[in-house]
């Protein structure tokens, strides 16, 4: 590596390192822009909540789902009978991997095509849908899929220790009771969030105004969603 040096060609001389210096201010500053990008992560994560499969709730997907999915709940996950009522769904599911980017199969390469947002909703899709099924658990959901998706032993590494920081088990259940009426309390809490003001895809670090109002519309929503659920569980109780 060659010498700096000044105009005359002599070598230019160290800047003197103070031996007093304390990095703390460069610390601090650092944990606060790491904090604001975690919270703009943060953010995204919660859109995502409040948009995850809004569209089966439409015209294109939900008289088909309305049909289908009350057979898929008592089968197997991975089992050839539910990948033959898979088939079933048809249009539906077409339509619904193309407007959800949670999805594999929204990509023409796969999983390569996901971003850590769409990975992380995915495995959290696994978890739910897991829970909907026969001897469903989220070691299994890992196992089919790993194969499914040609998932890479690095990925699902990264996946299994997720799914062990989050504590979720085999024996765990649901944290919604089962054959409660909540459709209609959840439906409201989806659409508190109109898909115009959930901001996906932000370029750099976005408008943090933008994205301090809309955490602010969603902690709202998830308090409602709160109170919704505590009513059910306090009926389902009594």
């Not at 700096?4 to 601090?28: M, R």
């Not at 699902?156 to 259940?173: C, F, H, K």
Request: a negative charge.
């Amino acid at each position: 590596m060659k010498t700096p040096q000044d105009n005359t060609g002599n070598p230019l001389a160290a800047a003197p390192v103070s031996v007093n210096y304390d990095s703390s201010q460069e610390t601090i500053e650092h944990i606060l822009r790491v904090r604001e990008l975690l919270y703009v992560a943060q953010n995204k994560l919660q859109a995502r909540g409040f948009a995850h499969d809004k569209s089966k709730l439409g015209p294109n997907e939900k008289p088909i789902f309305d049909r289908v999915t009350g057979k898929l709940r008592g089968l197997t996950y991975g089992s050839d009978e539910y990948k033959a009522s898979l088939k079933d769904l048809g249009p539906a599911l077409t339509h619904h991997y193309a407007n959800n980017s949670h999805h594999p199969e929204h990509f023409e390469n796969g999983v390569e095509g996901m971003s850590l947002f769409d990975v992380l909703e995915m495995l959290c899709d696994w978890k739910a849908a897991g829970e909907r099924h026969a001897n469903g658990n989220i070691n299994r959901s890992l196992a089919v899929n790993r194969d499914r998706f040609k998932i890479s032993d690095q990925l699902n590494a990264i996946l299994e220790n997720t799914v062990r920081e989050l504590g979720w088990t085999n024996s765990e259940v649901s944290v919604i009771p089962p054959n409660v009426p909540l459709a209609e309390a959840l439906r409201a809490v989806l659409l508190l969030v109109d898909d115009g003001d959930l901001v996906r895809n932000t370029d750099g670090d976005g408008d943090m105004m933008t994205f301090l109002q809309q955490g602010m519309k969603i902690t709202s929503a998830l308090q409602k969603a709160q109170v919704a659920l505590a009513s059910a569980n306090s009926k389902v109780s009594k």
